[in-house]
């Protein structure tokens, strides 16, 4: 097990030190770039030439690569040019980290909470009206875009029938602030009141970003579910005499999450991309938000940051899944 956890970090290091390239390369050919963004129209071609200059962005492709990297190696990936100018691209992310990571949480426990079940009773139900209502369902929640299910959410629930708020993470209240996580630090503080405004303001981004995970596990763990039903040592068990909830936990359940753990774990890492746009209809404050605001300002360090962090996350939920898939399936870690 040791063994194959080395294998896998040394594997998580080349592809972020890939990726950091690749990365690099591309924001640098992207048309206008910072000098514009910060000049606009106004500004003349010597103020253009300063400013490059003083961006180090006049000189090689390699050497600024090389710069960026041992930096980068010590936490310092610049300041912030256009999102928030004088910040630091770390501090940026460290300030915007927790309301993305609330919101994907609550996003992947929506999904899972509910695709993991009805999926098993779908399966169960093979052919009946709860599967077939089931499939449909999924399929709309795979083919509707986030953007357009997360404006449709915010015109019904907050601006029609008033229920919920439309924006931001939490009102205007006097909260105490501890770890930057508003429900947990709502908790430790006892200011129930600011818990329960957070969590309204997490209740329609989250269901919007949960839709596609949820519809992914939900098929993911129908189809596993009934690949094991029809298994040989299934119908053994049953014929044995074994209750349904022994044949269910130990036999069906336990073989059939091999390819939903999966499934879960690239749900979790993928969820970045939808938080872009929920971020952006719901003015959520999170790294989505500011990834767009990076992309529209041209702000190299934000971007930087942010998209390393998120392949880091990704590659690290990805290398989480393989463990507990070594745990599940002893014989993937001789392979």
Known sequence: MLRYTVRRLLQLVLVVGVLSLLLFAWLRSLPGGPVSALLGERGTEESRRELT??????????????????RALSGDFGTSLGVQPGTTAVD???????????????AIVL????????????????????????????????????????????????????????????????????????????????????VWNSLEHLILPSIALATIPFAVIFRITRAAV??????????????????????RRRHVLRNAMLPVVTTIGLQTGALLAGAVLTEKVFSFPGLGEALALGFERRDYPVLQVLIIVAAMVYVFVNLLVDLSYALIDPRVRTR
């Not at 200059?53 to 041992?70: M, T």
């Not at 709860?130 to 795979?142: R, T």
């Not at 915010?154 to 996580?181: C, M, N, Y």
């Open 92 to 106: 940026l992310f460290l300030e915007r980290f927790p309301a993305t990571l609330e919101l994907s949480f609550c």
């Open 111 to 194: 999904a899972i909470a509910a695709g993991i079940p009805l999926g098993y009773l779908a399966a169960r139900r093979r052919g009946r009206w709860f599967d077939n209502a089931g499939v449909i369902g999924s399929l709309i929640g795979v083919a509707v875009p986030v953007f357009f299910l997360a404006f449709v959410l915010k015109h019904i629930f907050a601006v029609e029938l008033q229920w919920l708020p439309s924006a931001g993470r939490q009102d205007d209240i006097s909260a105490t602030r501890v770890t930057g996580f508003y429900v947990f630090d709502g908790i430790i503080t006892g200011e129930w009141d600011a």
């Open 226 to 247: 009934l690949d094991v039903l029809d298994e040989d040592y299934v119908r053994t068990a049953e014929s044995k005499g074994l209750t349904a909830q022994v044949v």
């Open 53 to 70: 200059a003083l961006l180090g962005l006049d000189q090689p492709i390699y050497v600024q690569y090389f710069k960026f990297l041992g």
